[in-house]
């Protein structure tokens, strides 16, 4: 009982596109969030951007609920638009110009706190 989502039974439901901005340390990571993504019911899809850290499912689904799904897997997860009027901090969107800052080989052992604080040291000088 604990798994079931409450979705509105309106008379015309539509599925919607909920993004979400997700570290991702590794592919590994990736594969852990589709995976508990794709027990929830009511999801089509789920899309995984590695180099830009962001997940689009897109379903009939609560996005809060999919948000606290995303959470129990990794805690730093948060909407990708800054539309929500929540306590969380918005995601900053990263520019093209950062990307050449973080290598590309040896990305999957780069984390979170390390791609931080390249992207901080990079705009500070």
Do not use: H
């Not at 009982?1 to 539509?14: D, G, H, K, R, T």
């Not at 991702?24 to 508990?36: D, H, I, M, R, T």
């Not at 093209?96 to 990079?122: C, D, F, H, N």
């Amino acid at each position: 009982m604990a798994n079931l989502q409450i979705v509105p039974a309106y008379s015309n439901v539509e599925a919607q596109y909920v993004e979400m901005m997700v570290p991702l340390y590794s592919y590994g990571c990736e594969k852990k969030v589709k995976k508990a993504l794709a027990n929830l019911k009511g999801i089509y899809s789920v899309t995984v951007d590695y180099k830009l850290q962001k997940v689009t499912v897109w379903g009939i689904c609560n996005k809060y609920d999919v948000l606290a799904t995303i959470k129990s897997k990794r805690k730093e997860a948060r909407f990708w638009d800054c539309d929500d009027k929540t306590d969380e901090p918005c995601c900053a969107i990263i520019p093209q110009s950062v990307e050449s800052v973080i290598p590309t080989k040896g990305r999957m052992s780069l984390s979170w706190k390390a791609w931080k604080k390249k992207v901080i040291k990079y705009y500070q000088g």
